[in-house]
């Protein structure tokens, strides 16, 4: 059986990757400038709304009561318009990125 990995030869900017020529030195110094941001995330997106009420939840709904075969029923609406989104939440502890390319600890 063959490996599964991709063909494409990709930058490493920590580690010592075979880059050949000035245009490999010129691509790493670039790989290496993205390095300079923090790998620390301070705040993330919010996934709750905010509804015309002012109430904060991930979800909303309204009872309606429906008649049917001359029985009434409640039923329960899906509201999905006039919804404002939280926006930046500020995290409690300070976490690292997704997508930062170091392993911190091996097992």
Sequence with gaps: MGASGSKSQ????????????????QA??????????????FTRRGSMYYDEDSDLAHEFYEETIV???GRKRAKLKRIDKNLI?????????????????VIICEV
């Excluded at 990709?10 to 030195?25: C, D, R, V, Y």
């Excluded at 790493?28 to 995330?41: K, N």
């Design 10 to 25: 990709t930058l490493w900017p920590f580690g010592s990757g075979s880059s050949e020529g000035a245009s490999g030195q």
């Design 28 to 41: 790493l110094a670039q790989a290496r400038g993205l390095c300079l941001a923090t790998p620390i995330i």
């Design 67 to 69: 008649t049917k075969n």
């Design 85 to 101: 989104p939280q926006g930046l939440v500020k995290l409690e502890h300070p976490r690292i990125h997704v997508d930062f390319p």
